[in-house]
């Protein structure tokens, strides 16, 4: 049967193409490295704080973790949140104040911040904790959309995308399983 | 194409152009009956469909606040999105499935066959089998139902051929790739089925039925039909005498329009129709239009559903090809020895990544959830369709707090499910998992009610005034020039996709209609 390329199809090239209206360029630098406020896309954003941008991007990851993901989704779900935050002050301080909230669950926990905190377990327990306030809620209803919307990030999940500007399945492989017992 | 003066009383208004009122709108005009059709949605043509799963949803989804209340899980994940209907000419045949089955005799009568449920409002059909089946068959004929009228049936996709090796493997007898109003060859001015999948984000080829480019180009070309978009009811308006005069519109423009009428036809969806109907209450009518027997809005159905969705250890694929084209029909019998009354079907189904995010579980996070999304290439998905029980405390009513732009109040869904329900789901939650886990499945997993799809009986029929609100013609006990055409008049909802239905009793509707017209009866 027909299998999908899983390779990130994300070269620096279409990923500035793609993002160019919502994330900085330094944002295209991020693949591989790690998650902190001194990366430049932190460093880049207007209105929220770099440790908090940082923060978002962690927190997004450890609410839907996916292993063969790169930060640079992540990255890319949270960016909006500076604009919006920019120009609407409730959104700033539900986010300032929800990392906050993580930064103190942490320090009373862990005595470090939230970043700092080593192992996801850890801060899995963390967010178990504030997961019925808005803050969180809010997070992880953008997520489902702002991460999983990102057609960059389909051919990952063996997702082909839109079909009917390729002729759809007719001849490519809508009934082509082959390891089905045979009864 | 006609375009008659909002003056002209002549007229017969129809509100909504999907399933009952398209096809109404262009069965009356080919009988030569003048027909305004008051669309609340825009034109979308199907070239311009999205094979994408948000941006599709923007374009043509019922976005419109709704509120809810209940202890149906719809009303925690989805507060304000009870159904996932659509706002655009062709109503929601642009988003539907495709599949086409006939109700079952003693689906007609429920209270007969399934006796006095506590906690229930089961009603007998005013009509039987007998009396809709020729209609029936004239719907299956104008839809080009596969497996009907020697149309062959689709051919299977992965997701199909899964579930029908798993269900015969358990020993389901009944399993096939459908009767569905889906091209398997080309029929009617229309191409066969690409197997594009993107069922539910509009038909770009033309293969599935649809009154967006069936029914409502026809009746244009009659010139008897004129259809308004961007033309959002707001209220019927009656004379002194208690007869329905007009119905009051906002138009594109946010502007009031008054359409007079010598008839008006309800197909606006079980959530808008007994809507439009409470907000048209008026001196003479204080409950509400047609509502002398308080039943306008009760008894809302939604089908009793769910998903099962299996993981395998090798890819499955199962978004490429028709959606819904593969059911197993072995469980849609009445059995009540499995612990409830009524039945289900299973039927598959797929999302693609965005929404399966948004549905497997609503609010889930962490790995539990993502291993999940993880093994997406690797899972076959199918749908319950069964029945559920009519309860008068299931509704719709005017929220008291939240308005529309007009000014008028939104419309307000509460719903328990019935402990019938509860067993019901929980049989077909376990005999779908058997399904994937005899072909080997390495994990499944329920997945809740989506925002309903399938919105019934809100306005229902019945013998007597004082059960429902239509008598057997889908005309109103109280007001003999106001008809309903869409799902809200199911007595009951039948273990089955209900559009079929609709269609046929919007063909006969017209017969009926027209038949009272020429003698002067309305």
């Known amino acids: ?67 063969h993901i790169g930060d640079v989704f992540y990255i890319k779900a949270v960016m909006p949140y500076d604009a919006k935050a920019g120009s609407d002050p409730a959104s700033r301080a539900l986010i300032e104040e929800g990392v906050a909230r993580l930064d103190a669950d942490a320090m009373d926990r862990h005595q470090v911040a939230y970043l700092a905190v080593p192992w996801e377990q850890q801060r899995v327990e963390i967010l178990r904790g504030v997961e019925l306030t808005p803050f969180f809620r809010k997070i992880r209803g953008d997520l489902v959309v702002s991460l999983y919307n990102q057609k960059d990030l389909w051919a990952k999940f063996g997702y082909e995308g839109s079909s009917a500007d390729k002729g759809g399945y007719i001849h490519r492989g809508f009934d082509d399983i082959n390891w089905l017992p045979q009864s | ?119 229930a409002n089961l009603l007998d059909w005013p009509i039987t089998l007998a009396e809709l089946e020729p209609y029936y068959t004239k719907a299956e004929d104008k839809m080009g139902v596969t497996r009907t009228n020697n149309i062959p049936g689709l051919p299977g996709n992965n997701n199909f051929k899964v579930l029908e090796a798993g269900a015969k493997k358990i020993g389901y007898k009944e399993v096939h790739t459908g009767r569905m109003a889906i091209n398997s060859e080309p029929r009617d001015g229309r191409g066969s089925c690409q197997q594009i999948g993107f069922c539910f984000q509009g038909c770009k080829s033309g293969a599935k039925w649809s009154t967006l480019y069936t029914e409502i180009p026809k009746g244009e070309a009659t010139g008897k039909l004129e259809v308004r978009p961007n033309a959002m009811a707001v209220k019927i308006e009656h004379d002194a005498s208690g007869k329905v005069t007009g119905v009051v519109y906002m138009d594109g423009s946010g502007a009031l329009q008054r359409q007079k009428a010598r008839v008006v036809a309800v197909a606006g ?34 089908h009793m559903t769910g998903s099962v969705y299996g993981v395998f250890e090798r890819p499955v694929h199962m978004y490429r090809g028709t ?10 019998k009445m059995d009540p020895s499995r612990g409830f009354v009524g039945g289900y079907e299973l039927e598959t189904l797929s999302l693609g990544l965005p929404f399966m995010a948004a549905f497997l579980d609503p609010g889930a996070w962490g790995r539990s959830f993502t291993s999940a999304l993880d ?39 509460h719903f328990d499910d019935h402990p019938n329900d509860v067993a019901m789901r929980q049989h077909a939650y376990q005999q779908g998992a058997a399904i994937y886990d005899a072909v080997g499945a390495v994990r499944t997993f329920p997945t809740p009610p989506y925002p309903s799809t399938h919105n019934l009986g809100t306005n229902r029929m019945s013998e007597k005034p004082r059960d429902g609100v239509l008598n057997k013609y889908g005309q109103t006990h109280d007001v003999k020039n106001l008809f309903v055409s869409d799902g809200s008049q199911f007595t009951s909802g039948a273990a089955c996709n209900p559009t079929l239905t609709i269609v046929s009793l919007a063909i006969r509707q017209a017969d009926t209609i027209s038949g009272m017209m020429s003698r002067g009866e309305i």
């Open chain 2, 1 to 119: 194409m006609a375009n008659f003066d909002q003056n002209d009383d002549s007229v017969v208004v129809i509100v909504g152009s999907g399933a009952g009122g398209g096809t109404l709108g262009n069965e009356l005009a080919q009988k030569g009956i003048k027909v305004v059709i008051l669309e609340a949605g825009a034109r979308v043509e199907n070239q311009d469909f999205i094979n994408d799963e948000w941006a599709s949803f923007v374009q043509l989804a019922w976005k419109d606040t709704r509120t809810t209340s209940g202890t149906w899980r719809v009303h925690q994940d989805f507060p304000n999105l009870p159904a996932w209907i659509v706002k655009a000419v062709g109503g929601s045949t642009v988003h539907w499935a495709g599949a086409s089955l006939r109700f079952q005799e003693h689906e007609f009568k429920t209270r007969t066959t399934y006796g006095a449920l506590p906690g």
């Open chain 2, 323 to 332: 959606t819904m084209a593969g059911i197993v029909r072995d469980e849609a």
């Open chain 2, 269 to 302: 969806n079980s959530l808008e129709s007994p809507r439009l109907l409470l907000n048209s209450a008026s001196a003479m009518f204080p409950d509400g239009l047609a509502n002398s027997s308080g039943q306008v809005g009760r008894n809302y159905m939604r």
């Open chain 1, 1 to 67: 049967m027909r299998e999908i390329d899983r390779r990130s199809r994300v070269s620096r090239r279409s990923f500035l193409h793609a993002s160019a209206t919502v994330l900085p360029a330094a944002a295209a630098a991020a693949t591989g490295l790690g998650i902190s406020a001194e990366a430049a896309w932190a460093q880049e954003a207007k209105t929220l704080k770099p440790a908090t941008m940082a923060t978002l991007v962690l927190m997004a990851r450890d609410i839907f973790p996916h292993d």
């Open chain 2, 375 to 413: 093994d997406y290439a690797n899972m076959a998905g199918m749908w319950i369709v069964g029945e559920d029980m009519a309860r008068e405390t299931n509704r719709v009513t005017l929220d008291p707090v939240v308005k529309d732009k007009n000014g008028m109040p939104v419309a307000s869904v």
